[in-house]
T-cell receptor, first 114, second 117 residues
Framework: QQQVKQSPQSLIVQKGGISIINCAYE??????FPWYQQFPGKGPALLIA?????SEKKEGRFTISFNKSAKQFSLHIMDSQPGDSATYFC?????????????FGSGTRLQVQP | GAVVSQHPSRVICKSGTSVKIECRSL??????MFWYRQFPKQSLMLMAT?????????EQGVEKDKFLINHASLTLSTLTVTSAHPEDSSFYIC?????????????FGEGSRLTVL
């Protein structure tokens, strides 16, 4: 079974600190790695994504680090703010029998304390 | 940006009734739409893949006759929960990808909270 393992399950960070969430995968056929942010009662929103041909991607305060050889990728949130408090899901995508299949991690509940 | 709209956002129904949830891509055409189910404090579980003009592909363990999916056009997919029971209460979320693109990008709807009494 394809899996994406995500850690930690929950994270508490002080305002202004760095939030780090890690994910690992097994299937080398994955070729697209997005991160989603979800607020309670809302659908997930695409935050940032990376492809395996690059090792890092930065968009504002959000950075993805990607280690292809280790099959790991992580999300760094710099200068974390209370408004960043949400659940974050990593995911991995690949083609599967002619269709795109997206596998989600288990999620990380981030709480940024003021 | 790509907007996916779901309706209704919340629905409460009695056990034994059927409920239809709509998923629309508002500013793009989506050949493929995906339906997910999410229990409280858990991740998203893919239920089925909806392809315009053809039958949906269901994930293992998902009852086809319980969760009817119709993808009638390039902008609309519907999920009908038939003869709903309390255990069907959940958060249902759809997502869509751009027609003609195979980048892996998915855009999610706001979700529909189903409560079966």
């Amino acid at each position: 079974q394809q899996q994406v393992k995500q850690s930690p399950q929950s994270l508490i960070v002080q305002k202004g600190g760095i939030s780090i969430i890690n994910c690992a995968y097994e299937n080398t056929a994955f070729d697209y790695f997005p991160w989603y942010q979800q607020f309670p009662g809302k659908g997930p929103a695409l935050l940032i994504a990376i492809r395996p041909d690059v090792s890092e991607k930065k968009e504002g305060r959000f950075t993805i680090s990607f280690n292809k050889s280790a099959k790991q990728f992580s999300l760094h949130i710099m200068d974390s703010q209370p408004g960043d408090s949400a659940t974050y899901f990593c995911a991995a995508s690949r083609m599967d029998t002619g269709r795109r299949a997206l596998t989600f991690g288990s999620g990380t509940r981030l709480q940024v304390q003021p | 940006g790509a907007v996916v709209s779901q309706h209704p956002s919340r629905v409460i129904c009695k056990s034994g009734t059927s409920v239809k949830i709509e998923c629309r891509s508002l500013d793009f055409q989506a050949t493929t739409m995906f339906w997910y189910r999410q229990f409280p404090k858990q991740s998203l579980m893919l239920m089925a893949t909806s392809n315009e003009g053809s039958k949906a592909t269901y994930e293992q363990g998902v009852e086809k006759d319980k969760f009817l999916i119709n993808h009638a056009s390039l902008t609309l997919s519907t999920l009908t929960v038939t003869s709903a029971h309390p255990e069907d209460s959940s958060f249902y979320i759809c997502s869509a990808s751009y027609r003609g693109r195979n980048t892996g990008e998915l855009f999610f709807g706001e979700g529909s909270r189903l409560t079966v009494l």
